[in-house]
């Protein structure tokens, strides 16, 4: 099983990036996906995440509004279309997938929740 995040680089404020997550080892139709994010010195934290079957939709409130998770299942890929980037979205963004979350996400911002994580990939934003 393995999950592959893609997508990070440098942008300025106000700038977009697409992050992606592929899925492979196995099919994750069913199951949950989350991003999350980790500044240097500082803990992981959720970003968003979404159920197996795309209906259920979670996100931070910092990032609520400017964020967009989605999934192609056919694909096995998660999507993170993030839009007017701040500085402070300076981050390692990891995917990471809860296995059998496929209506909902019961703890969807705790990282003990998912079973399996991606490498992370860097964003960088500047002002």
């Known amino acids: 099983v393995q999950l592959q995040a893609s997508g990070g680089g440098s942008v300025q404020a106000g700038g977009s990036l697409r992050l992606s997550c592929a899925a492979s080892g196995r099919s994750f139709t069913n199951d949950g996906m989350g991003w999350f994010r980790q500044a240097p010195g500082k803990e992981r934290n959720f970003v968003a995440a979404?159920?197996?079957?795309?209906?259920?939709?979670y996100y931070a409130d910092s990032v609520k509004g400017r964020f967009t998770i989605s999934r192609d299942n056919a694909k096995d890929t998660t999507y993170l279309q993030m839009d007017t980037l701040l500085p402070e979205d300076t981050a390692v963004y990891y995917c990471a997938v809860d296995i059998g979350s496929t209506y909902y996400i019961r703890s969807f911002n705790r990282p003990d929740e998912y079973d399996y994580w991606g490498q992370g990939t860097q964003v960088t934003v500047s002002s």
């Open positions: 979404i159920s197996g079957n795309g209906v259920a939709t």
